[in-house]
């Protein structure tokens, strides 16, 4: 310690140090390049939720509309095709045609009760299929 301690005193301390680094080996720098392949592969997908179609309760007098929704969600670029059906009705149906952007879109659905056709009173329930075809 009493070495170290005149070497710092005496500004040896940097002559050892500067010293002693260039007697380290040297080293030598190199490179060397290759080639990564990457892929990804997206596949075609479409996922639907939905919303109840409700009707309010109440005994209806003149028509009467309920409303629902369909969320669909696309791959993006992927073109599609909704299509709702009738269930044990006789509603009219129409397809819904889209493509897909990867983000959910909302398709409304309506149905009315025909004030020609009042229903009786009780409790009314169907169910209707809905597909996606993409």
């Not at 005994?59 to 044990?88: E, H, K, M, Q, R």
């Amino acid at each position: 310690m009493r070495l170290l301690a005149l070497a710092a005193n005496t500004g040896l301390a940097a002559l050892v140090l500067a010293s002693s680094l260039l007697s380290l080996p040297q080293a030598n720098a190199a490179s060397s390049q290759g080639q990564l392949y990457v892929s990804m592969t997206i596949l075609t997908s479409c996922t639907m939720t939905s919303e109840p179609l409700g009707f309010p309760s109440s005994a209806p007098s003149a028509s009467t509309d309920g409303a629902g929704s369909i969320d669909i969600t696309c791959t993006n670029g992927t073109p599609y095709a909704l299509d709702l059906s009738a269930g044990s009705g006789q509603a009219a149906t129409q397809v819904v045609t889209g493509v897909g952007t990867g983000q959910t879109v909302t398709v409304p659905v309506y149905d009315r009760i025909s004030s020609e056709r009042l229903p009786t009173a009780q409790t009314y329930g169907d169910t209707a299929t809905v597909t996606i075809d993409y």
